[in-house]
């Protein structure tokens, strides 16, 4: 119930630059769910990095349900940026920060926002649905700005649809992966195998696995 009330209390404020899109209002519930379970709700002053924030719907949504925490979006389409800051704008609990530009591809050092940022300064980092519509250079990326921001002891949450151990499943996670690639070849769903590579990569590891509403998961990674 206050989940709903807090999301009301958003959508009522509602900014003419705020986006909207059906995919992130369908799963915005069950990932503040899986979420909160996993976070600090009590300590004060603690921070976590968004990255690929999109419109910022994840934002507006989780943030008034974590007010101990700061939320910082970036994201590397700047057109999304007005609504991103709509969302911030809203929040009732006025703990969104304007986004900044980041290109995950690039070393955290070689971010324009880089001077904003502070290595192993944050208690959390979250993405949602980005690694199977970008180049694998992305996820690359993803998982070495992890290594580099996160403190030890902290945790990445990506959330979206996974292969685990070269197996993809059901059948519509199949289609949806093999859409995606005729879209553009460089797309695709990512194995869960090849992610751990990465993470071991970067001083992180798998710590837990959330099964989600239509196929998809909820993945922990521990910073080491």
Known sequence: MRHRLLRLLCTSRFSAAKRTHPSADRNSGPIAEALLAQ????RKDMHLLEIASGSGQHAGHLAPLLPNISFQPTEVDRSMFASIAGYAKDCPSGNIREPLHVDITQEPGQWEASSALRPGGYDYLFNSNMMHISPWECSVGLFRAAGQLLRPGGRMFTYGPYAQDGQLQ???????DAGLRR???AWGVRDIRDLKELARGNGLELERMVEMPSNNKFLTWLKL
Do not use: A
């Not at 059901?170 to 949806?176: E, H, I």
């Open 39 to 42: 976070v600090d709700r009590t």
């Open 170 to 176: 059901p059948q519509s996670n199949v289609s949806f």
């Open 183 to 185: 879209s553009n070849p």
